[in-house]
């Protein structure tokens, strides 16, 4: 009988070396044996041994007898796991400690330079430029919670834009009257949307991946996109509780 091919891998990836593993493996067959012992039952040369042995015993694969002459006793494997696996939690700490001061970083600079996750749209002609660009991405959804405000915004894109993809499918949901909105239904291709009576705010959603949202009641006082995995999933989830709460057309 011998170690698995799959079991010496594994204990390989544990950072145990082919003479570590032999050890463990001669021990756990015969029991606590001295260190010549386990030297004459294994390919492991003497003069190697007792430095094979005192790393295991680090490592928490074996215990040493107080008494003369000194034998090995392995300890049980589930035990030994235990040992592996806080060593490895604290192998885990100590790399995220240095990840996160030193790497972490420098992808947070280049995010700022190169790719916020989160913009302020100043003026409208930012605020249409930017709801083009995510209409002309849409591949999948788009989800429309507009608020009266945001009528005048919305009518003022590029029709061409509104060319979608037919694969788009599109969830609108308006504020106010909605004899003020039948227009959007040509423009985004759908037969019915979904009306509230008040809405703080609104937004579009896009594939699930970006979002602008615009906070404010009788005006916008904010505009942001983002494609922060976070607030994009919040924004769905809103939006998903407001359209279930809304009156089709």
């Known amino acids: 009988?011998?170690?698995g091919e799959k079991t010496r891998i594994i204990m390989k990836?544990?950072?145990?070396?082919?003479?570590?593993?032999e050890s463990i493996f001669v021990l756990l067959k015969n029991g606590q044996m001295t260190a010549m012992d386990i030297s004459q039952k294994s390919s492991i040369p003497y003069s190697k041994?007792?430095?094979?042995?005192?790393?295991?015993?680090?490592?928490g694969w074996?215990?040493?007898s107080e008494s003369r002459p000194f034998k090995y006793i392995p300890v049980p494997p589930n035990e030994a796991m235990l040992v592996e696996k806080m060593r490895f939690e604290d192998k885990?700490?100590?790399?995220k400690t240095i990840i996160s001061d030193e790497l972490q970083p420098l992808y947070e600079?280049?995010?700022l330079v190169e790719h916020p996750e989160m913009l302020i749209l100043r003026g409208q002609e930012a605020v249409i430029t930017k709801l083009e660009e995510i209409l002309k991405k849409a591949s999948k959804e788009l989800m429309i919670a507009a608020p009266i405000f945001a009528r005048n915004i919305i009518s003022s894109i590029d029709p061409i834009i509104l060319n979608l993809k037919k694969s788009v499918n599109v969830k609108l949901m308006v504020a106010g009257k909605a004899l003020d909105w039948q227009f959007l239904k040509i423009f985004f291709r759908i037969e019915t949307f979904?009306?509230?009576?008040?809405?703080?705010?609104g937004g579009i959603i896009a594939d699930g991946k970006e979002a602008m949202l615009f906070l404010g009641e009788d005006k916008p006082s904010l505009v942001v996109w983002s494609d922060h995995i976070g607030l994009v999933s919040f924004a769905r989830e809103y939006f998903q509780f407001l359209w279930d709460s809304s009156k089709t057309t």
């Open 109 to 111: 600079n280049r995010q």
């Open 194 to 201: 979904r009306i509230r009576k008040h809405m703080f705010g």
């Open 92 to 95: 885990y700490q100590n790399w």
């Open 49 to 59: 041994i007792y430095e094979v042995l005192n790393s295991l015993k680090e490592k």
């Open 13 to 21: 990836e544990m950072g145990l070396n082919a003479y570590e593993i």
């Open 1 to 3: 009988m011998s170690i």
């Open 62 to 64: 074996l215990k040493i």
